[in-house]
């Protein structure tokens, strides 16, 4: 008795070891006295939780191998923790594993019924393996539980954008901006809403919004030049692809479709650079390219020739 007693106090007093290391920010000392902790008997629940704030500082340093062994080995001490299977979920959804991220995510769910993240992120792996309907079950699920969740709304939106069904697609984004006015995604898919539904001047106009709430979004100045290109007002777009380069400088498809408009106003110089730099940042430009037709004028300048080689 006295034994159990001793190894209990001996358990609590690593964990406020641990504890004072995680508030000093030492993530080292504290996985070390975590693991001392472990050394002694206690509560299965402690132990749990323990185990559990292990795998969450290998997570923070990165260590994902370490965290899914300890996800594990929560999982041998009860399988009846949903967590567990979220965070080994989470990790195999990282590794592009979606396959057994959505394994591992319907038994999270299927322990605990109201794990909102695990039918977001079942939604999301839904959505990008093109199962519509799935995605959509999934994230009305989300609302369901959380009422005030603006991205599953915006990407119950951009869903409902791609199945041509504006109206619904509206609908959720605009419950999306009710809930965050400045979400810069939700702004941007309303952009591409007015756009496909004719409406160029609301399409520029949540372009904008979006760019400002987010000007590292690269995608809403690519969107909001092509209005312009479509016009034949490639200074317009310039100005846009340019002002989008300036906080996107990595923006490979920037630096094309601003060589595109170069192209059309026949500025080779400028298309070359912009060219050289896209190519740069993205390889296979160079097959696109040979391709593209705004070019044509070009196809026997030995400039371009050349870029055409590396």
Do not use: H, W
């Amino acid at each position: 008795m006295d034994k159990n007693l001793s190894d209990t106090n001996r358990r609590k007093n690593y964990i406020i070891l641990a504890e004072n290391a995680i508030i000093a920010n030492d993530q080292k000392k504290a996985l070390k006295f975590y693991n001392k902790a472990l050394q002694f008997n206690g509560k299965k629940a402690e132990t749990i939780n323990i185990l559990y704030n292990i795998a969450i500082i290998y997570d923070e340093i990165n260590n994902r191998e370490e965290a899914f062994k300890i996800y594990q080995e929560i999982i041998k001490v009860s399988d009846e923790e949903a967590g567990a299977y979220y965070g080994i979920a989470i990790i195999y959804d990282d590794k592009g594993k979606k396959d057994l991220a959505l394994k591992y995510y319907n038994k999270a769910i299927e322990i605990d019924e109201g794990y909102d993240r695990a039918y977001f992120y079942t939604a999301n792996i839904y959505d990008e393996k093109g199962q519509k309907e799935k995605a959509v079950k999934y994230y009305n699920k989300v609302i369901e539980l959380v009422d005030n969740d603006f991205i599953a709304y915006n990407n119950l939106g951009a869903i409902y954008e791609e199945l041509n069904q504006y109206e619904k697609a509206l609908e959720m984004l605009e419950n999306s901006l009710k809930i965050n006015p400045n979400y810069y995604k939700a702004l941007f898919n309303k952009g591409v809403v007015m756009k496909k539904l004719g409406n160029e001047k609301e399409a520029v106009f949540y372009y904008d919004r979006s760019i400002i709430a987010n000007n590292r979004y690269a995608y809403a100045y690519l969107n909001k030049s092509v209005i312009y290109i479509e016009r034949k007002e490639y200074y317009l777009a310039i100005d846009t692809l340019t002002e989008g380069i300036n906080f996107n400088s990595d923006a490979e498809f920037l630096y094309y479709n601003r060589a595109c408009c170069y192209a059309k106003l026949e500025e080779k110089d400028r298309v070359i650079n912009d060219l050289r730099t896209a190519i740069r940042l993205y390889p296979r430009f160079v097959d696109i390219i040979k391709e593209d037709e705004d070019f044509q004028s070009l196809r026997n300048d030995m400039d371009f020739i050349e870029l055409l080689k590396i």
